[in-house]
């Protein structure tokens, strides 16, 4: 159940932001005066960390059986944010500032 819906999920997410983008660029005049510059986005995305191979990957370990978030290490990843948002003595982090006023 599980891989049926990561896979569901997956269809409907690219469908849907595919979708709600055309109907985006379709009520945009600036977009219908300079279709070149959306074309030329469109060809920069395909550059963007968010379809690289590495993020696709990623996100297609949900789909295989038996995977479980917690089978990634993520223990570096919540240090290193732990020491951007609170600071490496929990004082000079950039959310310690927010929290203390």
């Given at each position: 159940m599980r891989l049926t819906t990561m896979w569901i999920t997956h269809a409907l997410f690219v469908l849907e932001t595919g979708g709600w983008t055309l109907v985006s660029?379709?009520?945009d005049p600036d977009a219908r005066r300079?279709?070149?510059q959306v074309l030329r986005g469109f060809w920069r995305?395909?550059?963007s960390p968010f379809t690289s191979k590495r993020a696709v990957?990623?996100?297609m370990q949900y789909t295989h059986r038996g995977f479980h978030p917690?089978?990634?290490d993520t223990?570096?990843?919540i240090a290193d944010w732990r020491a951007r948002l609170?600071?490496?003595d929990g004082a000079d982090g950039t959310l310690s500032e927010l929290l203390a006023s």
């Open positions: 660029l379709a009520m300079h279709p070149m995305l395909r550059k990957s990623q996100l917690n089978d990634r223990t570096t990843l609170f600071g490496a």
